[in-house]
């Protein structure tokens, strides 16, 4: 018996040690990542945080810690609070229009359409191309396409650039960010509506559901993972939008369209207000990071099988 009982006690310490051992070569396998992360993102963030609190241009060597004077003069600002305002307009504006159409397009390319493939490939082209380069092409197209088009057809309204107007600017930053962006969020509904059994849908016509109550019935609650990560990119996408506001506005005219993102971009680069401008971008990143975290909250109690 004390022989057994001593081989069961080396085979428990033989057990430990090799459970030690793998999980030090876990360690070791993701510590490079863990220094990354550590290097190039809380490194980052935590410097951000403290320059935040400084008067700090940028460029001196020297600076002032104020405190929390910039989060409070930041609420004062009323032009960090119109650019808020032109941000989450946009942001609404963008992200309802460019969901619908990519579910559209994506419950037309599902389905038994010819030329699927090509179609696909066709509205999928946008994406490879970058923002600032799409930027430049509608900037040409809104100055010198449209306006000559307007006024061949004698269209007093198209013939007016409309990012010259204050009015009207921002739809043209919305058009060419819904015409650039649909492509992501319709590919990954194509995934969504890929995956909803076929035998509900079966059910479903048997039962004598009919295709919009089959749609959100059956369709609908498949698609709640693949509609909040859309939301969560297209929210966070619009909300930052910078790219495009350069190469078609410098946010203009008369500041119309400065959003969040460009706004903490001139006063940090161009106006030397760095520090005041990272107190800004902290205020950005806790609102996109409370507003994804609510949505992802109350879209995963809408997934299927908790309906």
Known sequence: MEVVHNAGLSVKKKKSITASKAGLIFFLLTLPTLLLYIVFFLFPVGMGFFYSMTNWDGFSKS????????????????????????TFLYTFLVVVIKLLIALLLAILLSGSLKLRSFFRSVFFFPAVLSMLTVGLIFNQVFYSVLPHLGEALSLEWLSKNILGNKNTAMYGIALTNIWHGIATPMVIFIAGLSSV???????????????I???????????????????VIAI????????????????????????????????????????????????????????????????????????
Do not use: C, W
């Open 63 to 86: 600076f002032r810690f104020v405190g929390l004077n910039n989060y409070i003069n930041i609420m004062k600002d009323s032009r960090f609070i119109d650019s808020m305002q032109f």
């Open 197 to 211: 059994p076929k035998d509900l849908k079966e059910a479903a016509v048997i039962d004598g559901a009919t295709p």
């Open 213 to 231: 109550q089959r749609f959100f019935s059956v369709t609908v609650p498949f698609l709640i993972p693949m509609l909040t990560v859309n939301l």
């Open 236 to 307: 966070k996408g619009a909300l930052t939008v910078f790219d495009y506001i350069v190469a078609m506005t410098d946010g203009g005219p008369a500041k119309a369209t400065e959003s969040m993102g460009f706004l903490i971009y001139k006063h940090g680069m161009t106006e030397m207000k760095f520090g005041y401008g990272t107190a800004e971008a902290i205020y950005v990143f806790l609102m996109i990071a409370t507003i994804s975290f609510i949505q992802i909250k109350l879209l995963n109690r809408k997934e299927a099988g908790q309906l």
